[in-house]
């Protein structure tokens, strides 16, 4: 009904990312970057129902929330939208060693190839972090589930960049101090925590992977 | 596994009652659906100062609608909306079917206002346009609203006539499909 309205330039004239998912766009999110009003990561995946498959890091297809009645588990599943909703504890197995606490809701979307172990797209959304508004890199005991350590980087006020730095930061610190990882209840002391970055792992932190 | 503090999953495929209907979290507004390949696409539109433009219908494509920005979706909502906050659109073409979704908001606080309005299909002259204060309980207001600017710029011709080039501006139609007279579903098959 518009085609005579229609914008005759061609469309990467007018919008070069009209298309997030083209490889062109995707490589500039393969991390984590602002969009507008969210923060967006953009992954290529092999996802099907029983997993959703890294290159690198292997079946990082489930994930865990803190909640009141302790860890509730996960599986992505193709074709769906999971929310984990602004301040939950969350931890990917093998993917990053902590519980990532935000003020933001993340949205995970997993969009399948339409043909069988070709890689698809998953999808991170999330708010940008304003204001006072902050992210966190925390460690649950894994035998009770006490708070050890608490890292707080104040992303709304310093930006996303802040979000790398203060991981670094949070997981050196807490694999280089073993009262920190050590139970102040129940006395278990847990394995070493990991970044998001899989090629930052020394190799304790590649073990590290490997086991949670 | 449902813990109601926790348990927010949109399927694309929702059961078919579910047509039409959005989701909420605690920052976003979220719609999903799987369409049968062979009906007409759910082509994406956006009003930019060049004009309409019309975002491709890929096998998998994703497309972010800037918050302040006019679109449209053929055959889903029969006007143009501009919300304050950005809405990502995600298409995704699977043998069963295309799957759609389309995610609303960011930042609690973000989704303030959103508007209505129509434009000539002919030389892009603005017809109408409502505008509306959202805010906490606008989601709710902004569906009632939808409704009674639907059904006024249904019902008045001189509203749908473009005052620069005479060109009388096909019915409008509702978000929810299961609100359409005969005549809304007969605009809804044709835009």
């Known amino acids: 009904m518009f085609a005579e309205i229609m914008v005759k330039e061609p469309l990467e004239k007018i919008a070069d990312d009209w298309d997030f998912l083209d490889e062109k766009i995707l490589k500039h999110y393969s991390t984590f970057k602002g969009a507008g009003g969210n923060i967006l990561g953009l992954r290529r995946r092999v996802i099907s129902r029983d997993a959703v498959t890294d290159p690198k890091k292997g079946n990082i297809g489930l994930s ?32 990053f060693g902590y519980w990532h606490i935000n003020d933001k ?60 730095k203060g991981e670094a930061t949070a997981v050196r610190t807490y694999n280089t101090d073993v009262r920190l990882r050590t139970c102040p209840e129940c006395n278990h002391v847990n394995r070493l925590g990991y970044c998001w970055n899989s090629a930052k792992d020394s190799p304790e932190e590649a073990a590290a992977r490997a086991q949670w | 596994m449902t813990d109601p503090v926790l348990h927010y999953l949109f399927q694309f495929a929702r059961d078919e009652s579910q047509r039409g209907q959005w989701g909420r979290t605690v920052d976003y507004f ?12 759910l082509t994406l539109w956006e009003l930019v100062p060049e004009g309409a433009l019309r975002i491709p219908d890929t096998d998998a494509t994703m497309h972010i609608v800037r918050g302040g920005r006019p679109h449209h979706v053929e055959h889903l909502f029969g006007y143009w909306r501009v919300c304050d906050a950005d809405i990502v ?66 019902a008045d011709a001189k509203l749908r006539t473009c005052k620069g080039c005479g060109f009388v501006h096909p019915l409008a139609f509702r978000f929810d499909p299961a609100q359409d007279t005969d005549a809304e579903r007969a605009a809804r098959r044709a835009w």
């Open chain 1, 64 to 95: 865990l929330e803190l909640g009141p009645k302790g860890i509730v588990p996960f599986r992505h599943m193709p074709l769906s939208i999971r929310v984990t909703t602004a301040g939950t504890p969350h931890h990917v197995p093998h993917n």
């Open chain 1, 105 to 164: 809701d993340e949205l995970y979307l997993q969009l399948p190839a339409a043909v069988p172990g070709e890689p698809g797209h998953a999808i991170v959304i999330m708010g940008s972090p304003r204001e006072n508004e902050t992210d966190s890199f925390a460690w649950y005991c894994e035998k009770c589930l006490t708070l050890l350590y608490d890292h707080v980087v104040e992303t709304g006020r310093l930006g996303f960049d802040g979000f790398w």
């Open chain 2, 30 to 41: 979220v719609w999903t659906d799987l369409r049968p390949r062979d009906e007409a696409p």
């Open chain 2, 89 to 154: 659109s995600v298409r995704n073409v699977q043998p069963e079917g295309v799957y759609h979704a389309l995610i609303l908001g960011g930042c609690p606080g973000a989704y303030n206002n959103d508007a209505i309005l129509w434009i000539c299909p002919k030389c892009a002259q603005q017809l109408a346009r409502f505008d509306l204060a959202t805010g906490p309980k606008g989601w709710d207001r902004f569906w009632q609203e939808e409704q009674r600017r639907v059904q006024d710029f249904n």
